[in-house]
Each structure stands twice: as structure tokens, then as C-alpha cells.
């Protein structure tokens, strides 16, 4: 791991716009995060979620703004900022004739990661593949597939790790391995940003809460001040036709 430039805060997003065409996705984000953070970032489909966090990962540039993560910025330093983030997407990022061994043996030995067949093993046990070590990826259900995507993401034990709907595919253990490991992840002062439409999932682990909507964020606080029985209601009242007007962002 490269020396890091000096940071107030490990993601930062200031006026990010996004615009494919004639069309703004993304109309203006704002949005700080310190590490340790653990972000549940929420919103209707077509809201922007997906676009805003492969922004983040450096998979697309903003049409306007700035995005920082750990002092780096994407346009200039995006071979940096890939060693030092994991992304689990829709999209796993496997190659499907290869093996789960044969695939996190590609991702550690290009992110230089020591002891890498030992480590490989750890992970595989992890995310409960390790019955599986050898296997094509393209004979994988697609929760096994996700559990892999999640040991490639981390197997470089990256200081920042964002995921976009983490929960598909996977079954009830799959969701509870899932989760140990995020927790494990916050417990060592790993910052992560999720998305989920799952708003029990989302809110169980996260110490801050945002809405987007339209290409907005038009919410975003602690979980401390916000009681997690009470956040529904305010997320449908966000994302429905009357927004709280107190809490809007401006």
C-alpha cells in the first residue's frame, strides 16, 4: 500500500453531476464520510444509487464535480484508489471458466497480496466455499457466485468497501455469513458504503443513513438520531409525494 495523502475525510463527494446524454442522473451530490463510517444508502430504482457509488469506485466519471476517496482523486489517481477499495455490484467480476481458486489467485496476485494460497483458503472457509475450491464459477449459482464476488473484493483487505445490493441471491446463511463479515469489517474501522433496498438489512450494521432521489440526496444522518422503528416512515415520506419538508436537504 502506497503512502496516503493527508485527508479530512475518507470519501468525500462535492457537486458530483452525472449526465448520460440529455439526461441528469445525478444533479449535485455533497456527501462526507469519515472513516469507520458504515453508510446504508437507500432510494427508489432510477434514483441514481448505482451510478453515484461506480463514481465512487473510479468505474465512471463524474460529468461535473469532484470525488476524493482517502485523498485521491479517481480522474488522476485511480490506480491508488483501487488498491485500497473493494466493490461487490451486480456485476461479480469472475471469470466464469476459471475456478473459485483460480480467480482469487488473479485478484491476489495482482494487488501483490502475501501468502496468497493461505489466504485464499481463509477466504473461501469464509464465505463457506471452501467445499467448492475447484470449481468452474459458470457451474456457481448466482449466491455462490455473490459469496466469491465477496471474497474477491476483500482478499486485498481493502481500507474501503462498497456494495451494491450485497443481499442478491444470497440464501438466509449466505445473508448471515454476510453480515459477520461486515460486521468484522466496521470492527476494524473499515469504512462502507451500501446500497439496499432492504431497509431492516440496511439500517441493522450502518452508522449513518441516506436517501437519494431523483439524482439527490435529500437525507442523511446518524443512526444515533434516527430510531430505526421510525425510519420507514420517514424514508416512504421521502421517496414519496410529500417529503418532510423540515428534514430536506437543501
Excluded: W
Aim: glycine share 8%.
Amino acid at each position: 500500500m502506497r503512502k496516503l495523502p493527508s485527508y479530512d475525510y475518507i470519501i468525500e463527494a462535492k457537486g458530483v453531476k452525472k449526465e448520460f446524454g440529455f439526461k441528469a442522473v445525478l444533479k449535485g451530490i455533497d456527501l462526507q464520510l469519515k472513516e469507520g463510517d458504515f453508510l446504508a444508502l437507500f432510494g427508489p430504482n432510477g434514483a441514481g444509487k448505482t451510478t453515484f457509488i461506480q463514481i465512487l469506485c473510479s468505474l465512471m466519471l463524474p460529468s461535473s464535480g469532484k470525488v476524493c476517496i482517502a485523498g485521491f482523486d479517481p480522474r488522476s489517481d485511480r490506480e491508488a484508489l483501487c488498491e485500497m477499495i473493494g466493490f461487490v455490484s451486480h456485476h461479480t467480476f469472475l471469470y466464469p471458466n476459471l475456478s473459485a481458486f483460480e480467480n482469487l489467485k488473479f485478484y491476489g496476485m495482482m494487488y501483490n497480496v502475501p501468502a496468497l494460497d493461505e489466504k485464499i483458503e481463509k477466504l473461501l472457509e469464509l464465505v463457506g466455499l471452501a467445499d467448492f475450491p475447484n470449481d468452474q464459477v459458470q457451474t456457481f449459482s448466482r449466491g455462490m457466485q455473490q459469496r466469491l464476488s465477496l471474497a474477491r473484493a476483500i482478499i486485498h483487505d481493502p481500507m474501503v468497501l462498497f456494495l451494491d445490493e450485497p443481499y442478491t441471491g444470497l440464501d438466509q446463511l449466505g445473508a448471515e455469513d454476510l453480515k459477520q463479515i461486515l460486521v468484522e469489517f466496521r470492527d476494524k474501522g473499515k469504512t462502507i458504503v451500501m446500497i439496499s433496498h432492504n431497509l431492516d438489512k440496511g439500517l441493522e450494521l450502518c452508522n449513518r443513513v441516506a436517501i437519494l432521489k431523483s439524482g439527490r440526496v435529500v437525507y442523511h444522518e446518524e443512526i444515533s438520531e434516527t430510531k430505526i422503528d421510525d425510519f420507514k416512515p420517514i424514508y416512504f415520506n421521502y421517496t414519496g409525494k410529500r417529503p418532510l419538508p423540515s428534514q430536506v436537504v437543501p
